[in-house]
C-alpha cells in the first residue's frame, strides 16, 4: 500500500506540473518572453545557477537566517505559551499584548528593524523571529489550555507536583499542538526571510531576486523564486518527519 501511495503522489507531482508548464507556456507566448520568460528559458537559467556554483552562498545565507530566527522562536514562543498556559496570574496581564501584536504583519516591522539593526543578519534574525513566534505560541497556547479535566483530575490524584504535571501530562498533550505551529511557523519563517533580504540584507536568495529585478533578467527571477519554493517544500518535510518520529500514536499514511 505504502509502494502505491507513494507511486500515485509521483504521478499526481507529474501531471500538475505538466498542466503547470503547459499553462506557463502559454501565458509566456500571449504576454512577452521578456516579462514572462518560457519554461525552458528558466530551465536553463536555473541549471547555470547550480552548475556555476552562483547560487550556493546565497542559499546559505537564508537558510542559516531561517533556521536561527526559527529555533530562537520556537525557545522563546513554546516557553511563553507554557508559561501563560499553565499561570492563571500572568495570563489575564500579558495575552492582551501579544493579541495585539498578532496581527501586525512580519514585513510591516522591516524599518523599525532596519532603525534596530541596521542592514544585514540581525535585522533578518527579527523579522524572522516576529513571523513564526506566533503560529508557535497560539498553538501551543490553546494546547495548554486544552488539556482535559480528566488529566487535572488524574494529576490530583496522583498528587503530581507542577515539575512533574509538566512533564507527564501537560508537554505530552500539547506535543502535537507544538508540531503543528512548528509546521506552520516554518513557511512563514521562510518567506518572511525572503521579504527581509529583498529590503534588508547584502545576501540571500531575497536579495538575489532584487539584484536580478535591478538587472531586469526575469529568467533569474523565477528561478530562484523556483529555489525558493523547493527549499520551503523541502523545509516543511523536515518538520513533518520529525512530527511522525515524536507522535508514535498518531496515524499516518
Known amino acids: 500500500m505504502t509502494v502505491i501511495r507513494g507511486f500515485n503522489r509521483v504521478k499526481y507531482l507529474g501531471v500538475s506540473l505538466l498542466i503547470l508548464f503547459f499553462v506557463w507556456y502559454i501565458l509566456a507566448v500571449i504576454i512577452s518572453s521578456v516579462i514572462l520568460p518560457k519554461p525552458l528559458q528558466v530551465l536553463k537559467v536555473f541549471l547555470d545557477l547550480f552548475l556555476s556554483g552562483q547560487i550556493f552562498t546565497h542559499i546559505y545565507a537564508s537558510v542559516k537566517r531561517n533556521i536561527i530566527g526559527f529555533l530562537v522562536a520556537l525557545v522563546m514562543g513554546s516557553g511563553t ?72 483530575r488524574l494529576r490530583q490524584g496522583y498528587k503530581l507536583n507542577g515539575f512533574q504535571n509538566f512533564v507527564h501530562i501537560v508537554f505530552p498533550f500539547s506535543l502535537p499542538y507544538l508540531l503543528t505551529g512548528c509546521k506552520t511557523s516554518i513557511g512563514f519563517a521562510w518567506m518572511a526571510v525572503i521579504a527581509a533580504e529583498i529590503i534588508a540584507a547584502h545576501s540571500g536568495l531575497g536579495y538575489f531576486i532584487e539584484i536580478s529585478r535591478v538587472l531586469v533578467q526575469t529568467e533569474k527571477v523565477i528561478a530562484v523564486m523556483v529555489v525558493i519554493g523547493i527549499i520551503g517544500y523541502l523545509l516543511h518535510q523536515i518538520v513533518l518527519y520529525v512530527e511522525k518520529r515524536l507522535i508514535y500514536w498518531g496515524e499516518y499514511d
Request: hydrophobic content about 55%; proline content about 11%.
Open 81 to 152: 505559551a507554557y508559561v501563560l498556559g499553565l499561570s492563571k496570574k500572568l495570563e489575564p496581564y500579558i495575552t492582551p499584548i501579544f493579541e495585539l501584536l498578532r496581527p501586525i504583519p512580519p514585513i510591516a516591522w522591516i524599518p523599525l528593524a532596519i532603525l534596530w539593526f541596521g542592514i544585514g543578519d540581525n535585522s533578518s534574525y527579527f523579522i524572522i523571529f516576529v513571523a513564526a513566534f506566533f503560529p508557535i505560541f497560539t498553538n501551543v497556547y490553546f494546547g495548554v489550555r486544552s488539556v482535559p479535566n480528566k488529566f487535572i
